[in-house]
Every structure is written in structure tokens, then in C-alpha cells.
């Protein structure tokens, strides 16, 4: 009896002191939201519901498949533009073992001339991806990979204490950790190029490489040369380069025909934040077997970070109205890309970029 007495009072004393433990590690999970955030209560109650086994909502582990789009989605794209157009440049003014021709010169002024005003072209994300494939074609893949690396190092434009390696937004990290904590199979799936997606998030997201789609471009074995790869024969002298030819620009319905080829489960959770990713969005949440939410960031905050609050206001009323979870920067996150970051409203793109 004695015994039996003992246990139980040792047993009372580890819930009494592991309690605090637990309410901290609780407290720290989501340490860089808001913890009244509308959309973050909305998240953990649809955990919360679809991760119990008693629920009438109950998704087996297999079918948890969360989807998110990356630029201005897990990472800043408004530095002062896409982090794959940085890249570009970067190609064509920087790299001294690349020689652009006049098109490709032609396409970078336009790309740098653009980028403060966000006045591009109609067409701009298929003129981009065509004119990324020509610039980085003959790369192999472990060369592009170095490259992208090389770049990133880089403190972003338009901030201080910031490189392009870590401007993801840490709050929308945390939302990874946490789904994958909770058995949920986190996709991303954006417009921008597999190769830079898996570069960029290594190291950050622990995300493994078969699990991010994005903008593909034709890849061939170093003597292939052109030929029919039902053809040719893969050998001992070939590594994989990456070819001058865009597949597919991975927006809007696009995403869905890719979630269908590369995931094969329809999604019941999805991330964006912006049109290219609402045809991603309703994908997720019609006719769907199982309970699912899709949530849209806005970019509502204009002291840490470049957003417009009167286009993000028309766009909660417009994503709202679509039956989206709309996520504030400005209300929701407690930091963005972390304390120790600072924006300086300063650009030093036009420079950087100027004709040699």
C-alpha cells in the first residue's frame, strides 16, 4: 500500500511540475504570431479537430497534404521583387562566366527598369521563365545549385541584418514545423523554379526535395544533345544540365494539374497569396472528402516590410469573400523575418544592375 502510495505521489508531483514545462512549449510553438490572430486559431482548431481520432473529422496521416506557394507566401518577394528575378540579374550584370546576348541584355534593363514600380509587361512571368531557362542553360545542376548559393549570401536590398538566404518569414516557418509535427505531408508548390525552391529552402524547411514542385525547365545528359530520350542511352561520361527550354510556368491552374501529377492526393490544407495561387486554393477546399481550409497572406504592413495596406484591404474583402482564411502581416505577425531585422527604404537595385 505503501508502495502503491508513493507512485501516486510521484506520479502527482511530475504533472505538477512537467504542467509549466508544457505551457511554455505550448507558448513557444507559434513564439513569433500574435496569439489572438484570427487565422492562426482558425489553424489550430482545424488541427486540432483533424488530428483526433474520435472526431467525425478525423484524416488519416496519408491524406494530410498541405500545400504552400513560397514568394510572399514562406519568404519576402517585395525586396524589391521576386527572389528568381534577383537571380536573373544577378546572371546577367554580375557573373563573369556568363556573356548575355543583346536579347538577354535587352530583358534584364527591362527587368531592372520595372522592378521599383512593379510596371512589367503583360506576360512578364512567361517572359521571365523563358529567358531564365536561356541564361542557365548548360548548367548542371550542382553549378546552378552553387550559384543560387553564391547569391543568396547576399544582405537583401531594402533591409539591414537580412540575407536572401534567411528572409523567410519566421511565423509561416513555424506553421511548417507545427503541421509537420502534427503528421501533415507539406508540399510547396510555386511559380518559381524547382531548382532555386530547393536551394533556398535547405536548410530552413525541413522539407525533403521530392516534395517541391515548381516552374520546370527541360533538363538532358551532358552528350545528349538534342537527341529523342527514348533514343539516347544515359552513360559513364554524362552528368544532367539543365537545357534552354521552359516546360511549364507553375501558376494558377497550373499548380493544380501539377499537384494532381506529382502529389496524387488532393490537398486539405493550402497557403498562398496572390490570383496564382486561388485556382490551388479551390482545388483544396471543393469537393473535398475531408474538412479543408485554404489561407491567403496579405501584405497589409508597410514599417517592416513593403506592403500596401489599401491594395491589402481590397484583397481581404476579396479572398474573404472566396471562403479564404486571410493572414495579416501587419495584425497577425509578432515579427517577420525576425527582430534583429530592420527595412531601410532604401534600394540599391538600379546601381547594382547599372550597365558595365
Not at 95 to 105: C, H, I, V, W
Not at 136 to 149: C, I, K, S
Not at 161 to 175: H, K, R
Not at 304 to 329: C, H, P
Request: glycine share 6%; with cysteine; net charge negative.
Amino acid at each position: 500500500m505503501k508502495k502503491i502510495t508513493a507512485v501516486l505521489l510521484a506520479l502527482a508531483l511530475l504533472i505538477l511540475f512537467a504542467a509549466p514545462g508544457f505551457a511554455e512549449q505550448e507558448e513557444d510553438l507559434f513564439a513569433d504570431w500574435n496569439k489572438e490572430a484570427p487565422a492562426l486559431k482558425t489553424l489550430i482548431e482545424f488541427v486540432e479537430t483533424v488530428t483526433d481520432e474520435t472526431s467525425p473529422d478525423y484524416i488519416p496521416p496519408a491524406d494530410r497534404i498541405a500545400t504552400f506557394d513560397m514568394d510572399g507566401t514562406l519568404c519576402g518577394e517585395l525586396y524589391p521583387t521576386y527572389l528568381e528575378y534577383y537571380l536573373l540579374e544577378r546572371r546577367i550584370f554580375c557573373d563573369p562566366s556568363y556573356t548575355p546576348d543583346a536579347e538577354m541584355l535587352e530583358f534584364g534593363r527591362m527587368l531592372r527598369d520595372h522592378a521599383l514600380d512593379k510596371s512589367f509587361p503583360d506576360g512578364m512571368d512567361v517572359l521571365h521563365g523563358e529567358h531564365a531557362a536561356k541564361a542557365y542553360a548548360g548548367l548542371t545542376l550542382n553549378e546552378f545549385a552553387d550559384f543560387v548559393t553564391n547569391q543568396l549570401v547576399r544582405e537583401v536590398d531594402g533591409f539591414e541584418g537580412m540575407t536572401y538566404a534567411n528572409s523567410f518569414y519566421t511565423p509561416m516557418v513555424e506553421v511548417v514545423e507545427y503541421l509537420e509535427d502534427n503528421d501533415f505531408k507539406v508540399y510547396i508548390c510555386s511559380g518559381s523554379d524547382r531548382y532555386i525552391c530547393r536551394t533556398f529552402i535547405e536548410g530552413v524547411l525541413d522539407i525533403p526535395f521530392e516534395q517541391i514542385i515548381g516552374m520546370d525547365v527541360d533538363v538532358e545528359a551532358t552528350n545528349e544533345n538534342g537527341a529523342d530520350g527514348l533514343k539516347y542511352v544515359y552513360t559513364s561520361e554524362d552528368t544532367i544540365i539543365r537545357t534552354d527550354t521552359m516546360l511549364v510556368k507553375n501558376l494558377k491552374m497550373n499548380k493544380v494539374k501539377a499537384i494532381v501529377r506529382e502529389i496524387g492526393r488532393q490537398p486539405v490544407l493550402s497557403f498562398g497569396n496572390s490570383s496564382g495561387d486561388v485556382s490551388m486554393h479551390n482545388y483544396t477546399i471543393f469537393n473535398n472528402r475531408y474538412k479543408s481550409a485554404a489561407f491567403m497572406l496579405i501584405a497589409d504592413d508597410e514599417e517592416r516590410d513593403y506592403g500596401n495596406t489599401e491594395k491589402a484591404q481590397g484583397l481581404r474583402e476579396k479572398w474573404e469573400a472566396s471562403g479564404f482564411n486571410v493572414i495579416s502581416m501587419k495584425d497577425d505577425f509578432r515579427t517577420i523575418y525576425g527582430d534583429e531585422v530592420r527595412k531601410t527604404g532604401t534600394f540599391h537595385w538600379l546601381e547594382e544592375f547599372a550597365d558595365k
